[in-house]
């Protein structure tokens, strides 16, 4: 009888010993079918068209993008593609392009990334091209400005900075630093 005691407290301790070597190899960070998901996005658009309006409600500009995807984390939306332009009623002849745009949650100031291309194109003139990797767009009051090297194309002159804020609505660039290049005054 103390045989069959002592064989079956040694199968009940092998036992013991191999499912605690299970339960420590069973990793709960491992499962993921009980897990909870958590998702980050509040929604996403393929081409979306946004319309910014002014308080009369006259249409002031237009985005476009291949893709929208807003942020639950912060509201924001970012967007790949970017493309505005201020509606021609404006009499505002500036468009831009960009990689991509993030819109904060308060709607206020467009962040436009990664090939920053600005253009104006008024009748009878040389379009002028400004380019640089960091533009923050005010469109409300037409106003841009970076702290990027810029590089800015009219006519045949290219002129470099590094820093610059756009007037849009006067038509009119300010450099801040590192101004170098030439200008063939029309």
């Not at 909870?36 to 002014?54: A, E, F, N, Q, S």
């Not at 967007?79 to 332009?85: C, K």
């Not at 409300?140 to 590094?162: M, P, W």
Request: proline share 5%.
């Amino acid at each position: 009888m103390e045989l069959r005691n002592s064989f079956t407290i040694i199968g009940l301790l092998i036992c013991a010993v191999g499912s605690g070597i299970l339960l420590l190899q069973n990793d709960p960070k491992d499962r993921t079918s009980n897990a909870i998901v958590k998702l980050d996005t509040g929604y996403y658009m393929l081409g979306p068209r946004l319309t910014g309006t002014g308080t009369s409600g006259d249409i002031i500009y237009r985005i476009s993008a291949d893709t929208a995807q807003q942020s639950l984390e912060d509201g924001g939306i970012t967007l790949e593609s970017v493309r505005m332009a201020y509606d021609p009623g404006t009499e505002i002849p500036w468009s831009l392009v960009a990689d991509r745009g993030i819109i904060p949650p308060d709607g206020k100031v467009i962040q436009l990334t990664g090939n920053v291309i600005a253009t104006s194109e008024r009748e009878g003139q040389a379009p002028t091209r400004f380019l640089t990797e960091h533009l923050e767009v005010d469109p409300d009051l037409f106003i841009a400005r970076t702290e990027q090297k810029v590089t800015i194309d009219n006519a045949g002159s290219r002129i470099y900075a590094t820093g610059m804020q756009a007037w849009f609505r006067e038509d009119r660039l300010q450099l801040a630093s590192n101004v170098n290049g030439k200008y063939f005054p029309q």
